[in-house]
């Protein structure tokens, strides 16, 4: 079935529908779904990663920065790299 039968298809099933509740339920789960894929990006980072990313963009915020060949200079001599 392709995209635009399948919508006319669940078209049709919902304009069969009488009873609110289940049309609520509807909606509401489709809101969902369409929030969860906006938001699935972020979802798929662990509770510590999200505090780690959150941590750093308030340094960032505070201005508690350092500039990027700053901190590769820092990685490189505290794990042995050659640049």
Known sequence: MKALEFKLSLIQMISNIEDNNLLKK?????????KEDKDEPWNAFTDKQKAAI??????????????????????????????
């Open 54 to 83: 959150e941590n750093g963009l308030k340094q960032i915020k505070k201005g508690e920065v350092i500039p990027q060949e700053e901190g590769l200079k820092k990685v490189r001599e505290r794990y042995g790299l050659r640049k």
């Open 26 to 34: 509807i909606s509401d789960t489709i809101n969902q779904l369409k």
